[in-house]
T-cell receptor, first 109, second 113 residues
Framework: RKEVEQDPGPFNVPEGATVAFNCTYS??????FFWYRQDCRKEPKLLMS???SGNEDGRFTAQLNRASQYISLLIRDSKLSDSATYLC??????????FGAGTQVVVTP | SQTIHQWPATLVQPVGSPLSLECTVE??????LYWYRQAAGRGLQLLFY??????ISSEVPQNLSASRPQDRQFILSSKKLLLSDSGFYLC????????????FGPGTRLTVT
């Protein structure tokens, strides 16, 4: 079983709509959770950390469900510029970061 | 502010040729440094990490090696490239080692022919 699993998508979203997707992780002892954004043929960029109580950053909301071992990302009022691949990142048993393969989001006009 | 540089941006090399990719970080001291490889449609694979000058930890057995000759310089090398070495190579840095957020350089896209 992979440490971090994501639906590869693509999630096709009309501009202005809301999109949400999850990521599951296998290590119940994980303590660090992040979402990164990666544009085509570019480096991943940190979008936001995910805290136990959930957190927002503008139009982006991240949630953590420890019982079911998943994190989620919700994007409200989607913009064309939100089109990207979103990487879920979780620390493993050795304290290193494990990256999911990503969920592709395509925002259409 | 901190900046991370990688070069070259793109590289096409024949099988069996050597490789040297360089990464430098500006604006911070004693960063933790990482080399990752990303294959098409797959997650990032950690190759090496370093917590200080001359300290290298290898994560995956392979024909690659890494060195850290200076505090803010990290080099990825190979004596003889394989076809399977093709991929997107990313250098990253972090303030704290381990499970803390990392920041990536622009990457080097390597094609081995």
């Amino acid at each position: 079983r992979k440490e971090v699993e994501q639906d590869p998508g693509p999630f096709n979203v009309p501009e202005g709509a809301t999109v949400a997707f999850n990521c599951t992780y296998s290590n119940s002892a994980s303590q660090s959770f992040f979402w990164y954004r990666q544009d085509c043929r570019k480096e991943p960029k940190l979008l936001m950390s995910v805290y136990s109580s959930g957190n927002e950053d503008g139009r982006f909301t991240a949630q953590l469900n420890r019982a079911s071992q998943y994190i989620s990302l919700l994007i409200r009022d989607s913009k064309l510029s939100d089109s990207a691949t979103y990487l879920c990142v979780v620390n493993d048993s050795w304290g290193k970061l494990q990256f999911g393969a990503g969920t592709q989001v395509v925002v259409t006009p | 502010s901190q900046t991370i540089h990688q070069w070259p941006a793109t590289l096409v090399q024949p099988v069996g040729s050597p490789l040297s990719l360089e990464c430098t970080v500006e604006g911070t001291s004693n960063p933790n440094l990482y080399w990752y490889r990303q294959a098409a449609g797959r997650g990032l694979q950690l190759l090496f990490y370093s917590v200080g000058i001359g300290q290298i930890s290898s994560e995956v057995p392979q024909n690659l090696s890494a060195s850290r000759p200076q505090d803010r310089q990290f080099i990825l090398s190979s004596k003889k490239l394989l076809l399977s070495d093709s991929g997107f190579y990313l250098c990253a840095w972090s303030v704290l080692a381990g499970r803390y957020e990392q920041y990536f350089g622009p990457g080097t896209r390597l094609t081995v022919t």
